[in-house]
């Protein structure tokens, strides 16, 4: 019987397999490219595409794509075999380094935000040689980059790597004057803790809102939901750690360090937290994750659910971000060691850190900002809209003693006291986890908890990276040009924790309190919604930092802000044209159906007794007949909204009329018909309840 270790990353093209399949000189110049950014030869590309080729026909493949993210959220992939025709009649299988290191996807139907005119259809896709290639069903999978004719970022791994490059450029700059010359670059590392529903696919099948939205836009609430947080790291369900099981070998398999799986708060909750690696390949991992979660579900008459927040009145589902720098010796220059308060260079990164958090609030609430996790932001589940920073007791004492210029007198291991002598003694961490912070310290990494769990943690990165680089840059610019280096750089700490403290909150972030302090005494930004947030993105300072560390041209910026809108716009439209659609022929007519049913039961009660009241009979006919009075009332007004919506004059302006107005609506009819939901009989509602769904999978 095989081991983990015996078929872990079985089905990728890693280095064990590089340095089995090309010779020395070619795995040489190859790893030159992956590890120093030096340019690929087309030689050494030939030889690549030729090991990999016969690598993956000896797994089974017979086709071969380049894996991209285009804006759309999710992978994209055309097929191409390896075949080719042989003078015989026959067929050979061949592969070249031309097809390895490029390809030509039709680009037309991509979202390009106005970056190519509608006629104009080519796209290129550039192999990433810093991610493996890996097989996926039967074809060889080649991560790519994808962009337009004219040389414009269509997707989200483009942009992250600029932005990896530009937070190397500058930490590199800040080693240096640390006297550190053996680094040759600095990476950012994450690790995405992926939360997510499992609920059984006959009960889907029979929600339209599940089916198009991947919410339930209906639902009452149910008797029980997670009031007694008895799901929360509970035993697994037989049929879930099945499912679970299957799952972590099919990760492993694609070299995915899938780690951690446990129950969520939420009845049907789960969550899977993969070990952290470098930023550009947790992100392709998180992408192949997602996809493998739903496809696993489907083997096991299941659905995963990835919506920020399939139900109400439960907790919705994120995906934390830690991420932390390092460098290429392996050094995390976010770790304070023993003594953080006598580590300047620990201190200079932290602080680059608040700083960048601080200045670019806006950019870090945009990344995370989507339809479906509006629902979620500021919800028990989740932090509030308003971004803070989290440091915990002991950094918080350090950051003021440098502020004061007073004497720090540091934190003592703290034995933790358990009163019982048989278990073991250990100390306690010098601060403990604050889940209500957006932007927590945990160690040696910060958790940015902000992001949905269907969101790509590549927009996330690729503004953590880039305002982070903007600050080391401004520090270098500064410290390279100082006549006193120690001085300089106590000043710029001391200058960096007085003008960026109010960012610090280590506090209770669900507390009303609270957002009440961040917004009228401090200043921090509270953008509740997408359309709050999204049109900042193309603010001056935004835009002049992006495009100054080469991240985004403006043209990118503009093209991703209208993208982004549309994305909300078509979201929200298409939940509530599935709303008008489920009232309509589904909820209305099954109220109706019941309240005959019930009117033919007064009739028959009549019947039997002429002096029977009947009261209980007309009394449910009556608020019955209300209701669906009520519930056509409200699709009426739904449609015309929707109606209105076509005359808007662009996407900015269908934007606001949709927060504005038709989210409204929709609350509303929902109300209605989660009230009758809760007179109907079970066996005339249309569709699997709450109940059903949250507590049916066994």
């Not at 992250?160 to 530009?166: N, P, T, V």
């Not at 939360?195 to 099948?205: A, C, R």
Request: glycine share 6%.
């Amino acid at each position: 019987m095989k081991t983990v270790t015996d078929y872990f990353g079985d089905l990728v093209f890693d280095d064990r397999v590089m340095k089995a399949t090309l010779s020395a000189k070619v795995y040489s110049s190859l790893r030159k490219t992956i590890d120093e950014g030096c340019e690929l030869d087309i030689s050494v590309a030939n030889a690549v595409a030729t090991a990999m080729k016969d690598w993956a026909i000896s797994k089974g493949a017979t086709h071969f794509t380049h894996w991209f993210q285009p804006l759309t959220g999710i992978t994209a992939e055309k097929h191409d075999s390896f075949i080719t025709p042989s003078p015989d009649g026959g067929v050979i299988m061949e592969f070249s380094g031309k097809e390895l290191i490029k390809g030509e996807p039709d680009a037309s139907s991509f979202p390009n935000g106005g970056l190519r005119a509608t006629f104009e259809a080519r796209g290129y896709t550039a192999w990433d040689p810093t991610s493996y290639a890996f097989i996926k069903d039967n074809s060889l999978c080649i991560p790519t980059a994808f962009c337009s004719y004219g040389g414009y970022a269509l997707d989200k791994k483009t942009p992250l790597l600029r932005s990896m490059e530009a937070l190397s450029r500058q930490a590199i700059r800040i080693l240096r004057l640390f006297g550190n010359d053996s680094a040759k670059c600095v990476r950012s590392s994450v690790g995405p803790e992926q939360e997510y529903f499992l609920i059984d696919k006959e009960m889907y099948d029979q929600r339209p809102d599940l089916c198009f939205t991947g919410r339930t836009l209906f639902g009452a609430k149910p008797p029980k939901g997670q009031e007694m947080d008895d799901h929360y790291f509970g035993v697994i369900k037989p049929r879930v750690a099945a499912y679970m099981e299957e799952l972590n070998e099919e990760l492993w398999k694609l070299g995915i360090l899938a780690k951690t799986e446990h129950n969520e708060v939420a009845p049907a909750q789960h969550e899977l937290a993969p070990i952290y690696t470098t930023t550009n390949i947790a992100t392709d991992h998180n992408q192949l994750t997602m996809e493998i979660m739903q496809k696993i579900a489907a083997k096991h008459g299941l659905v995963c659910l990835l919506h920020e927040k399939p139900f109400a009145g439960v907790n919705g589902s994120g995906k934390h971000n830690n991420w932390s720098i390092s460098t290429d010796k392996g050094q995390n220059l976010l770790s304070p060691g023993e003594t953080p308060y006598e580590n300047a260079q620990f201190l200079l990164f932290l602080c680059a850190v608040i700083k960048a958090v601080d200045d670019y609030q806006d950019l870090l609430r945009i990344s995370v900002a989507t339809a479906g996790n509006d629902h979620r932001l500021g919800a028990n589940e989740a932090p509030p809209a308003v971004v803070s920073i989290f440091l915990g007791d002991e950094l918080n004492a350090v950051l003021e003693a440098i502020e004061n210029d007073t004497p720090y007198q540091g934190a003592k291991k703290t034995k933790m006291k358990l009163g019982v002598d048989v278990l073991p003694k250990f100390n306690r961490d010098n601060t403990d986890r604050n889940r209500t912070s957006p932007f927590a310290f945990t160690g040696n990494k910060f958790e940015f908890r902000m992001l949905g769990s269907s969101n790509s943690i590549a927009c996330a990165n690729i503004m953590l990276n880039s305002a982070v680089a903007e600050s080391l840059k401004i520090y270098a610019d500064r410290l390279e040009q100082a006549q006193d280096f120690e001085t300089a750089l106590h000043e710029m700490i001391r200058k960096t924790i007085k003008d960026h403290k109010h960012i610090i909150f280590n506090g209770n972030g669900y507390d009303d309190n609270w957002i009440k302090e961040a917004t009228e005494k401090r200043g921090l930004i509270n953008y509740r919604t997408t359309v709050d947030c999204m049109p900042h993105l193309l603010d001056e300072k935004n835009v002049k930092m992006l495009t100054g560390q080469g991240v985004f041209s403006i043209a990118e910026l503009q093209s991703r802000c209208d993208i982004m809108l549309d994305n909300y716009c078509k979201s929200v439209i298409i939940e509530a044209n599935t709303m008008v659609t489920m009232a309509k022929t589904q909820i209305a007519p099954a109220v109706e159906s019941y309240a005959a049913h019930v009117a033919d039961a007064a009739i028959s009660k009549k019947a039997l007794d002429a002096n029977l009241a009947c009261s209980y009979e007309t009394n449910l006919v009556r608020t019955l007949s209300t209701l669906t009075d009520t519930i056509a009332a409200k699709v009426n007004l739904l449609n015309e909204a929707l109606r209105s919506l076509e005359t808007a004059e662009d996407i900015f302006a269908e934007s606001f009329l949709i927060r504005d107005h038709v989210l409204g609506l929709m609350n509303e009819l929902r109300a209605a018909c989660d009230e009758a939901e809760t007179l109907t009989a079970k066996s005339y509602w249309p569709f699997p309840t709450y109940a059903d769904l949250l507590f049916g999978v066994k």
